[in-house]
């Protein structure tokens, strides 16, 4: 009897763990929606160019607000009317999600030294933070820990870039991401056209899943004092 009240509890527990909502959801399309990133979430984004040596700052284009996992492009965004493309996707692996941000021109996001009458000597990508505002990504589940990476695309090829983050409770955001430095020549002879963001995460299971682990923790509870009690007044007897 012990033996048979064994297998039941844990095929039980099999069946609990099989049916709980698994970390990755799918939409009812079938297509895989966002494990960490809040579905159909938007965040705001710009690029700035400053000067090294006097430290002004300016906004080479607006501050966009885009949709997570939704190709965008800005008609005449950047500094020299050209469009501005931006992807973001998120992807899932056995232990780890990665976010990754691209935002890119068919032209060079500067062609003339100056802007304003001040002399571009670096560049930086900005989302959901700094020049960008407040409107961050929204995250489904908070996030303790992360790996960073940052990259520029240009005309001699990429050079990598230490991208400064703030993860929130519930959000994520990042700025200063120097794509380049020129020191005090200017920028535009660099022939900047992409910046690429990534920030990889240790997969974590939601609270629903935890919350439905749990309910299947207690109705195994409850059967197992429910038996003991029936075999107690059976003995009794």
């Known amino acids: 009897m012990k033996k048979r009240f064994f297998f039941l509890t844990l095929s039980t527990a099999a069946a609990i763990l099989a049916a709980a909502p698994s970390a990755h959801a799918y ?3 079938g297509i895989a929606m966002p494990h960490l990133v809040t579905p159909g979430d938007t965040f705001s984004f710009d690029i700035s160019g400053f000067n ?7 906004l080479l284009t607006p501050k966009e607000t885009a949709t997570f996992n939704v190709p965008q492009t800005y008609t005449a965004a950047g500094p020299n009317g050209q469009d501005i493309s931006i992807t973001s996707s998120e992807a899932v692996g056995a232990t780890t999600t990665t976010d990754t941000f691209v935002v890119s021109t068919p032209t060079n996001f500067l062609t003339t030294a100056t802007f304003s009458g001040n002399t571009i000597t670096s560049l930086q990508f900005d ?3 700094a020049n960008s505002g407040s ?3 929204s995250l489904v589940i908070p996030i303790n820990s992360y790996t960073a990476t940052g990259s520029a695309l240009y005309s001699g090829g990429n ?3 230490t991208p400064i983050v703030t993860l929130g409770t519930g959000n994520l955001s990042y700025s200063a991401v120097e794509g380049v430095n020129a020191g005090t020549t200017a920028i535009n002879t660099f022939a900047v056209r992409q910046f690429t963001f990534a920030i990889t995460y240790t997969n974590v299971p939601e609270p629903s899943t935890y919350a ?7 109705a195994l509870g409850w059967l197992t004092a429910r038996r003991n009690h029936q075999r107690a007044t059976v003995s009794a007897v």
């Open 27 to 29: 939409g009812d399309s």
């Open 135 to 137: 409107n961050t990504i």
């Open 212 to 218: 439905f682990v749990g309910a299947g923790v207690l």
């Open 127 to 129: 989302l959901g933070a």
């Open 159 to 161: 050079i990598s870039a």
């Open 52 to 58: 090294t040596t006097s430290g002004n700052g300016f």
